[in-house]
């Protein structure tokens, strides 16, 4: 008998004719670009450094990769996470040692933050200077791997050149195995510079392993949602990772389940549905709502800080998990945790559950839904509002949007109308700018959105020389309110004065121009065409609006 495992794929002719005829001239580095395109990768973002550029040399001798590179290691990072985010493949991003892959560590931890595919190769020091003496090389740390353990999902180290096949392979699967996330392979200097003993490197598999739910769970929650009362659905991030929106629905009209998505779950159900709840998960009218459900089916989320208004949700019904990454399962709330894709999850109920039926769920949602906005509109915010509803009017349909942490994107949090990208899983400054950069890259047909404060602008301002090298079709509205507005807001309530939050700011206009890239300073009034403008226009610009938002009063405290 002959088993699928046991099955060896023979090599044509000219695969081996290649094999025992190389081309001179190659290095370990060229197994690592090898290795990736044969994966499937198609373009690299990264930074070169001394101890990288066997890596980078190789990739300058290639035509199998795209290169695009930033001016810091952290802005390269969030690049990829978006890249990862848009397509759902892999993102490489080619790193140098020491301070060059720990600068990677903020967007490594929004990536793993948002399940984003990024795939770090980073340099170490020659293979005699490891172990933790203290050798004296430049950038040298006694374990860099270990910088890198609670943050990526997986570490690959490699030490001979006959490792790097099966170490970009095993990393390439676990970038993708759900939950997707970052990854981190580590290759010594010598490694990489020295002549490539192996053959040429063609296509390879890494298969991604599936996680689909047990059938007795997704039973007992069937069983559980057909008879429920008020069933409401929490649709998170998770739904939009498995692209499993059209399954949310028809789960939700089966069972006449009213949806609210967390933030890191919009667009994972129509903004405009009858059962649409929307996203106002810091509103108390909400936060009842779901504590009023006698079954709370959870898909993708941990019911996080953010997704629990602050913590201060307190269900009274009993809660269904359908979460990929085991830690969340139950971390926050006790309930039935299904360990599964949202995706596979969401079919095994769909096959199973009963259609239910209930005709003042829709009332109920509208209720909710008027409740929320006359507490809104009684707190003298239409400025606020009516800069988001321009900035929405503005960005043409399916183009899509990255949010630094800015008072501005705290409103879209809740009240924009659709999918969007933020940095709200670690919370860094700075993601923005070079996030859309790296959407623009994988994508040049359409324009994209960056939306950050003056604060976050000045994280990522060098990658405006990217954004011109690189012609990327990015669109950067900067709202500059003189600081860091949220915490200036934070501390004038917890303090009645602030501390380190008043900015000296450049001219944003003079100094977008001096790299080239136009820029116009927009006000609110002419906002709407100022943007538009901008966005039509091939590639990168700045917007600049001069403006001081303020958020909606909290409910958590």
């Known amino acids: 008998m002959t088993h699928d495992h046991d099955l060896v794929l023979r090599p044509t002719p000219r695969q081996i004719e290649a094999a025992l005829n190389p081309p001179a001239g190659r290095t370990g580095g060229d197994?690592?670009?090898?290795?990736?395109?044969?994966?499937?990768?198609?373009?690299?973002?990264?930074?070169?450094?001394?101890?990288?550029?066997?890596?980078?040399?190789?990739?300058?001798?290639?035509?199998?990769?795209?290169?695009?590179?930033?001016?810091?290691?952290?802005?390269?990072?969030?690049a990829a996470d978006a890249y990862g985010r848009v397509t759902g493949e892999v993102a490489p991003l080619f790193v140098s040692t020491g301070p060059g892959?720990?600068?990677?560590?903020?967007?490594?931890?929004?990536?793993?933050?948002?399940?984003?595919?990024?795939?770090?190769?980073?340099?170490?020091?020659?293979?005699?200077?490891?172990?933790?003496?203290?050798?004296?090389?430049?950038?040298?740390?006694?374990?860099?791997?270990?910088?890198?353990?609670?943050?990526?999902?997986?570490?690959?180290?490699?030490?001979?050149?006959?490792q790097i096949p099966s170490a970009i392979a095993a990393a390439w699967e676990s970038a993708l195995s759900?939950?997707?996330?970052?990854?981190?392979?580590e290759i010594p200097q010598d490694v990489l510079l020295a002549p490539a003993r192996l053959p040429v490197l063609s296509a390879a598999d890494a298969i991604p392993h599936e996680l689909p739910p047990l059938p007795e769970l997704t039973a007992v929650a069937a069983d559980l949602l057909a008879r429920a009362e008020r069933p409401v659905i929490v649709a998170g991030g998770g739904v939009v990772r498995a692209d499993a929106a059209g399954k949310l629905r028809a789960l939700a009209e089966r069972l006449t389940a009213p949806v609210v998505c967390t933030y890191g779950g919009k667009g994972a159900f129509p903004w405009e549905h009858p059962l649409s709840l929307q996203s106002w998960l810091e509103d108390r009218h909400t936060t009842a709502f779901l504590e009023d459900a006698d079954v709370l089916l959870v898909v993708?989320?941990?019911?996080?800080e953010l997704s629990s208004n602050y913590h201060s949700f307190a269900p009274?019904?009993?809660?269904?998990?359908?979460?990929?990454?085991?830690?969340?399962?139950?971390?926050?709330?006790?309930?039935?945790?299904?360990?599964?894709?949202?995706?596979?999850?969401?079919?095994?109920?769909?096959?199973?559950?009963?259609?239910?039926?209930?005709?003042?769920?829709?009332?109920?949602?509208?209720?909710?839904?008027?409740?929320?906005?006359?507490?809104?509109?009684?707190?003298?915010?239409a400025l606020e509002q009516q800069v988001l509803a321009d900035v929405r009017a503005a960005l043409p349909p399916r183009a899509p949007s990255f949010w630094d942490m800015t008072i501005l994107a705290y409103w879209a949090w809740a009240a924009w109308p659709g999918p969007m990208h933020?940095?709200?899983?670690?919370?860094?400054?700075?993601?923005?700018?070079?996030?859309?950069?790296?959407?623009?890259?994988?994508?040049?047909t359409t324009p994209v959105l960056a939306v950050s404060g003056d604060g976050g602008a000045l994280y990522s301002?060098?990658?405006?020389?990217?954004?011109?090298?690189?012609?990327?079709?990015?669109?950067?509205?900067?709202?500059?309110?003189?600081?860091?507005?949220?915490?200036?807001a934070y501390m004038?309530?917890?303090?009645?004065?602030?501390?380190?939050?008043?900015?000296?700011?450049?001219?944003?206009?003079?100094?977008?121009?001096?790299?080239?890239?136009?820029?116009?300073?927009?006000?609110?009034e002419a906002l709407r065409a100022d943007l538009a403008a901008a966005l039509a226009a091939p590639g990168p610009s700045v917007v600049v609006l001069p403006a001081r938002l303020r958020m909606f009063a909290p409910t958590h405290l």
Do not use: C, M
Not at 38 to 63: E, I, K, M, W, Y
Not at 465 to 474: F, G, I, P, R, S
Not at 479 to 484: N, P, Q, S, T, W
Not at 492 to 499: Q, R
């Open 31 to 78: 197994l690592v670009i090898e290795a990736l395109a044969g994966l499937g990768a198609s373009t690299v973002f990264g930074l070169p450094g001394q101890h990288a550029l066997g890596l980078f040399d190789a990739l300058r001798r290639s035509d199998l990769l795209r290169y695009v590179g930033l001016r810091t290691e952290q802005n390269a990072g969030f």
């Open 101 to 162: 892959a720990l600068l990677t560590l903020p967007a490594l931890q929004e990536a793993a933050a948002a399940s984003a595919p990024v795939l770090v190769v980073a340099s170490q020091v020659p293979v005699a200077g490891l172990g933790g003496g203290r050798h004296g090389y430049l950038h040298e740390l006694p374990d860099q791997q270990a910088a890198f353990r609670d943050v990526v999902k997986s570490v690959h180290p490699v030490r001979t050149q006959s």
């Open 178 to 185: 759900v939950p997707h996330g970052p990854v981190y392979v």
């Open 300 to 304: 993708g989320s941990g019911l996080g």
């Open 316 to 381: 009274r019904g009993q809660i269904i998990q359908v979460e990929a990454d085991a830690g969340k399962l139950e971390s926050n709330h006790p309930a039935l945790g299904i360990h599964a894709d949202a995706r596979l999850a969401l079919q095994a109920l769909l096959e199973t559950v009963e259609e239910r039926a209930d005709d003042k769920a829709a009332a109920r949602v509208a209720e909710l839904l008027a409740a929320v906005r006359a507490r809104i509109d009684g707190q003298e915010l």
């Open 422 to 444: 933020s940095a709200q899983g670690a919370g860094g400054l700075g993601y923005g700018f070079p996030a859309a950069l790296g959407a623009a890259a994988a994508d040049p």
């Open 461 to 488: 301002i060098a990658e405006l020389a990217t954004a011109k090298q690189e012609l990327l079709n990015v669109t950067w509205l900067i709202v500059d309110d003189g600081g860091y507005g949220i915490l200036r």
């Open 492 to 524: 004038t309530d917890a303090y009645g004065e602030t501390a380190g939050t008043e900015l000296t700011r450049p001219d944003f206009v003079a100094l977008a121009e001096s790299f080239g890239v136009p820029a116009v300073r927009t006000s609110p």
